[in-house]
């Protein structure tokens, strides 16, 4: 089965720098991928997603990923920081061996300093 | 307004009560989901439903039961056999099984 890791827990950035968050998958067969981020208390939004065309996405409120097959991986990046990006981050892969159901990293925390 | 609605968003219950969570969608989507969030775990499935009148197990699905009667509503009942019900409680849903999910805003359940 499918499986997702997120380096990193938490990660920390001061206001202005250059976010970068983790995250690799299992599969040699290239999934469906995707980025959601969730603010206290709330639902999760989706940030962006991959689906086989492009392999640099752009997503909402400045961020992008990039899908590199070779390295299994799609890492979360943001050129400059915001204290409104403070929130917890999940990348999610569908699985095509498992009826594409959605699996979830186990976050990434992100906090940022003024 | 289309979106997902969950009520209500904070929930008290005594050990040994069933408590049933609510889960409407007005966005005409044939899939709908339930999660279950636990600190520095993730998502975790308990429910799925492709269409109605249908519904799947996810991977914890013990001590859980739902019900699809209408499209727009996948209600989650929180038996009193679910051994830690506490948690925060995420219902989805999705166009079809193979799209992107869209969350409510989930409803934060605590059993004492």
Redesign the interface.
Known sequence: AQSVTQLGSHVSVSEGALVLLRCNYSSSVPPYLFWYVQYPNQGLQLLLKYTSAATLVKGINGFEAEFKKSETSFHLTKPSAHMSDAAEYFCVVSDPGNNNDMRFGAGTRLTVKP | DGG?T?SPKYLFRKEGQNVTLSCEQNLNHDAMYWYRQDP??????IYYSQIVNDFQKGDIAEGYSVSREKKESFPLTVTSAQKNPTA?Y?C?SSPT??Y???????T?LTVT
């Not at chain 2, 520095?40 to 499935?45: A, D, E, I, S, T």
């Open positions: 997902i969950q520095g775990q993730g998502l975790r499935l925060f995420l989805a099984r193979y992107e999910q869209y969350f409510g805003p989930g934060r």
